[in-house]
């Protein structure tokens, strides 16, 4: 489970609380050199407290300080034009090359049947589908031959069950797992293996009060996932122990009991 010598890049990494950041500190912990990028206008646009666009150079200042190889790179929006790709080119300008990619971010914003718009749909889909594929291609194109890769995409649960106030989210992460299957087979003769982790419900700080319990009773276990559940998921698909493993859509969500409204 050793990630020595590999050089990842991490997307999604805005805020303390968030995914993105425990995959980070992860990773980073195992021995891995890792580049994040986050944009953290997104989570302070939906009044996430701990949002900060200067999140990501603190983190990685504060692994660094420890011992830990992490850089960050400058806040930039994944649904402007040449934006992913330039992600991914700057991130192995850092490092050397990238060998592994694991796209975390995400635009989700509810508007149910009645309250659709163009522009909320081309949101979810630029950022979340447009932006990872851009970036899937150019990390093929930049990793070097003879080198492995390993690429770790985010779905939701909306394959598993209703998720009616954010269709266009729903819609948006149903496409990542395509993407998932197609890409693990096209790259697949350059080494490059590509799964996809439905993480379930994450106590990422945007629930609270009874809504928040109401989730919780939800999970046999009576709490809700952490940002670390999912790290360790993505450390295993990133590691060596994965190796055989490539296409797959693995939930890793605590036997989470959905009620069907969505």
Not at 3 to 10: D, P, S
Not at 12 to 38: C, D, F, M, W, Y
Not at 236 to 255: H, K, P, R, V
């Amino acid at each position: 489970m050793d990630l020595k010598n590999r050089n990842i890049l991490i997307t999604g990494v805005s805020r303390p609380e968030g995914i993105g950041t425990a995959i980070t500190k992860k990773l980073a912990g195992v021995g891995a050199n890792v580049v994040i990028h986050g944009f953290s206008t997104y989570d302070e646009a939906l009044n996430y407290s701990d949002a900060s666009n200067d999140f990501s150079h603190h983190l990685a200042r504060e692994l660094s300080e420890k011992g830990y190889r992490v850089i960050s790179l400058s806040p930039s929006d994944l649904s402007i034009k040449g934006v992913p790709e330039h992600v991914i080119a700057e991130g192995a300008n850092k490092l050397g090359y990238l060998d592994g990619l694991v796209l975390n971010h995400a635009y989700s914003v509810e508007a149910p049947i009645g309250e659709w718009t163009m522009e909320n749909i081309d949101a979810h889909l630029n950022v979340n589908v447009r932006a990872s594929m851009l970036m899937i291609q150019t990390f093929s194109e930049q990793i070097p031959t003879g080198k492995d890769g390993a690429i770790t995409l985010f779905t939701s649960g909306q394959y598993l069950g209703p998720m009616t106030n954010e269709i266009a989210y729903a819609v948006s992460k149903e496409a990542i797992i395509g993407l998932c299957k197609q890409a693990a087979v096209a790259l697949a003769p350059q080494h490059i293996r590509v799964n996809c982790i439905n993480p379930g419900p994450v106590d990422t700080g945007y629930l609270t009060g009874e809504a928040y319990e109401k989730v919780a009773r939800m999970f046999p276990s009576g709490r809700w996932g952490t940002p670390e559940d999912a790290a360790k998921l993505v450390h295993f698909l990133q590691s060596d122990y994965a190796s055989w493993i490539t296409g797959e859509i693995i939930a890793s969500e605590g036997g989470f009991r959905r009620d069907g409204n969505g």
